[in-house]
């Protein structure tokens, strides 16, 4: 069976500081990737997603980026973290490019607290 | 623009009641729908699927169903139980992301 692990699960950075945050998936090959930002009293945010390896799609502009060095890899990064990162970030993946469900699957959350 | 909406945004009922959450999105192309449960603190969990050429998804006490032509999406819950205390989401599928609603906080009160 498919899992997702995510790490690490609580993070408190100071402002100005680099981040990254990692994503494995387990189980499956070529599956599409996703990185999502959930802020408190807001909904999901899409931010990064990825069909394949070193294929990277922006959905928000901002000091975040993401890679993908290997099939079943996502990392989350920051050069320099603002407060206004802070949040519950959550990876996700969907079923390989050669199924057609495309039923997506989420991991337990990294929480960000930028001070 | 994909728009999803969900109503009520909180829901609180006593144990025991069926229930029913709503979901409206306003582009009605789309691949499929997925509702998930949240619990606080915690990531997303995959409750139905249900493909574009679907009309219903059952599993145990969840029932949902898809109206593509109106645009809307309802969850039905049997027999509600405090363990079902948590948020609901539902997502709509468009080309190559899902689109989410803001979500029904859903409490069961024993």
């Known amino acids: 069976s498919q899992t997702i692990h995510q790490w690490p699960a609580t993070l408190v950075q100071p402002v100005g500081s680099p981040l990254s945050l990692e994503c494995t998936v387990e189980g499956t090959s070529n599956p599409n990737l996703y990185w999502y930002r959930q802020a408190a009293g807001r909904g999901l945010q899409l931010l990064f997603y990825?069909?394949?390896?070193?294929?990277i799609s922006s959905e928000v502009p901002q000091n975040l980026s993401a890679s993908r060095p290997q099939d079943r890899q996502f990392i989350l990064s920051s050069k320099k973290l603002l407060l206004s990162d802070s949040g519950f970030y959550l990876c996700a993946w969907s079923g390989d490019r050669s199924r057609s469900s495309y039923e997506q699957y989420f991991g337990p959350g990294t929480r960000l607290t930028v001070t | 623009k994909q728009e999803v909406t969900q109503i009520p945004a909180a829901l609180s009922v006593p144990e025991g009641e069926n229930l029913v959450l709503n979901c409206s999105f306003t582009?009605?192309?789309?691949?499929?729908l997925q509702w998930f449960r949240q619990d606080p603190g915690k990531g997303l969990t995959s409750l139905l699927l249900i493909q574009s050429s679907q009309r219903e998804q059952t599993s145990g006490r969840l029932n949902a169903s898809l109206d593509k032509s109106s645009g809307r999406s309802t969850l039905y819950i049997a027999a509600s139980q405090p363990g079902d205390s948590a948020t609901y989401l539902c997502?709509?599928?468009?080309?190559?992301?899902?689109?989410f609603g803001q979500g029904t906080r859903l409490t069961i009160n024993p």
């Open positions: 990825s069909v394949g390896i070193g294929q």
């Open positions: 997502a709509v599928w468009g080309a190559q992301k899902l689109v």
């Open positions: 582009d009605s192309a789309i691949y499929n």
